[in-house]
Nanobody, 118 residues
Framework: QVQLVESGGGLVQTGGSLRLSCSTSGSMSSINAMGWFRQAPGKQRESVARITSRGTTNYRDSVKGRFTISRDIAKNTLYLQMNGLKLEDTAVYYC????????????WGQGTQVTVSS
């Protein structure tokens, strides 16, 4: 089993920055990739950024150049640095972990709210 706990969400003005953290515990050796997802009210959950066990990163087009996913293996923590925040970035952000690297998360955190205001 793997446990994921997000933190760092909050209220920020457009153009501002936030850094989300995802603290991990459990059988992390079984994890091949981790990522951040988000879900805005009335919308489907969508992938934001992903990092594999080899460090390969991928981003959805709308956040490229603004968001950076990273990890600190020693601290068992995944991060999402978000700069240049826009109103449309408002959502609940979830940390997720994949056992098989198949883009289908097996574990999810509880989510953290990010609200961007004008």
């Amino acid at each position: 089993q793997v446990q994921l706990v997000e933190s760092g969400g909050g209220l920020v003005q457009t153009g501002g920055s936030l850094r989300l953290s995802c603290s991990t515990s459990g059988s992390m050796s079984s994890i091949n990739a981790m990522g951040w997802f988000r879900q805005a009210p009335g919308k489907q959950r969508e992938s934001v950024a992903r990092i594999t066990s080899r460090g390969t990163t991928n981003y959805r087009d709308s956040v490229k150049g603004r968001f950076t996913i990273s990890r600190d293996i020693a601290k068992n923590t995944l991060y999402l640095q978000m700069n240049g925040l826009k109103l449309e970035d408002t959502a609940v952000y979830y940390c997720a972990a994949e056992r098989f690297g198949d883009l289908r998360p097996d574990y999810w955190g509880q989510g953290t709210q990010v609200t961007v205001s004008s």
